[in-house]
């Protein structure tokens, strides 16, 4: 699934400005692996990042062939017959 370059430039400037509010180092080093780790996306993607129209209709494809599986359905089941007369239609026959 291919995410759109804006989404992920805005969440590496939403992890930068966590960065810039954190008192503690492990918490800044956390958001700046974020932000490294968002950075290595967009890299990996190279020139085919693709635009949110482009994923909407990957995910509308997606979900109509996922709708056109045919379902199996499960016949009525026919009582077990046995030799004491009990048909098995209710949970107190036995």
């Known amino acids: 699934m291919s995410i759109s370059i804006h989404s992920l430039l ?8 966590y960065a810039k509010k954190a008192e503690q180092d ?8 974020s932000v490294k780790t968002l950075c290595e996306l967009i890299l ?3 020139q085919s990042l693709s635009t949110s129209y482009e994923i909407q209709k990957k995910v509308e494809a997606e979900h109509s062939v996922s709708q056109s599986k045919p379902m199996m359905s499960v016949g ?12 098995g239609e209710s949970i107190f026959d036995f």
């Open 76 to 87: 009525k089941a026919e009582p077990l017959k046995t030799d004491d007369g009990a048909n």
């Open 10 to 17: 805005n969440k590496i400037e939403q992890e930068i400005n």
């Open 44 to 46: 990996a993607e190279g």
């Open 26 to 33: 492990s918490v800044l080093k956390n958001h700046i692996y």
